[in-house]
């Protein structure tokens, strides 16, 4: 569950606040980087908020790897947490393989979905795995983004001016 110092719950009523404080915390536990979608219909995220290294977003984006990637496959038609190791064997791109090329050694997935609604995030680590607490952790996080999202709000250029300083990518679906 969430650590009382790092629950934006309370501020409910700024959703840009609730997502600046919840990014924050996801840096502190995924040092090595993420990506998390939001409320994605045919593949496209409402909200993308991406922290890898600028040079792997390059090489995913360039090489067309998301199609191709197991964990991404797997959030799409499962509930819950999956450690990558579990998926190196799904993994005939090598895209797990290349993203360690770049720091990207140990991850997680967690994904959401309620209904027709996806939302889900790949997290990482360069030191060491995540520990169970770490995962539960992201799980209440990722959940935190997605309910806070839902009504389609808008977070503001103040927020997304905010969530640049803190080296996220923020993409948000117009329309």
Request: charge should be negative; avoid cysteine; charged fraction near 25%.
């Amino acid at each position: 569950m969430f650590n009382s110092a790092h629950d934006p719950r309370g501020t409910v009523d700024d959703p840009g606040a609730v997502v600046i404080a919840t990014l924050g915390r996801l840096i502190e536990i995924a040092p090595a980087g993420f990506a998390i979608g939001l409320h994605i219909r045919y593949m496209t995220p409402a909200y993308m908020f991406e922290s890898y290294p600028a040079d792997w977003l390059d090489v995913y984006a360039r090489d067309g790897l998301l199609m191709r990637d197991p964990t991404v496959r797997w959030a799409m038609h499962h509930h819950g947490a999956k450690r990558w190791a579990e998926l190196e064997e799904q993994d005939g791109a090598g895209v797990l393989a290349r993203a360690r090329e770049y720091g990207i050694a140990h991850g997680h997935t967690r994904s959401i979905h309620e209904g027709d609604d996806i939302s889900f995030g790949g997290l990482a680590r360069s030191d060491r795995d995540f520990t169970a607490a770490e995962i539960e952790e992201v799980g209440d996080l990722i959940q935190t983004l997605h309910d806070v999202t839902d009504k389609r709000v808008t977070l503001g250029t103040e927020a997304s001016a905010r969530i640049r300083d803190m080296a996220v990518v923020m993409t948000e679906r117009t329309g």
